[in-house]
């Protein structure tokens, strides 16, 4: 069973890469769909715990923008033994406002919120406890080209 965590900016194509890729095999649970609840983080811990203890695979479809926001969701999978994967879209602020103004609605967030996630985004690491990470762009003709995460090394060695 996996795991997934999707992170990177408001309108960066996760939503639709989940419907591209995982729609039939794994759980959707996202902060997005939780608008009207009034304790929305607790409800989705609710949610994730209930498809853990059933043995659903399941996709976090949030923003996730750091290791401090990501750490319990990693621990509560790792709890139940899943596979934890994340899929960390590059950031590209132009391409994210562009997307978010052709949404509609609840759907569309200020454009404030996508800059501030850029600050707090923090790229992923295998040390936050990930079995597997990826690379994902959207090319110009909006496909998805997806890639096995390369981690920078950072312990002064040239």
Known sequence: ?????????Q??????????????????ISMDLLRNNSHPA????????????????IVVDN?????????????????????IIGYYFQPDVAGSLKRNAGREGKAEVPPVAIY?????????????????LYSVRITEDGAFQVQPWIEEVTDGSQ
């Not at 069973?1 to 900016?9: A, N, T, V």
């Not at 923008?65 to 033994?81: D, M, N, S």
């Open 116 to 132: 501030a996630t850029r600050k707090k985004l923090q790229p992923p690491t295998y040390s936050e406890g990930f079995d597997a």
């Open 63 to 83: 923003t996730n923008p750091a290791a401090e926001v990501r750490a319990p969701l990693i621990a509560q999978g790792k709890q139940h033994g899943y596979t």
């Open 11 to 28: 309108a960066a194509g996760k939503t639709t890469f989940y419907r591209q890729r995982f729609v039939e095999s794994h759980a959707h």
């Open 1 to 9: 069973m996996e795991l997934i965590l999707l992170i990177g900016l």
């Open 42 to 57: 607790r409800r989705q811990a609710q949610l994730i715990e209930e498809a853990l203890q059933a043995g659903q695979s």
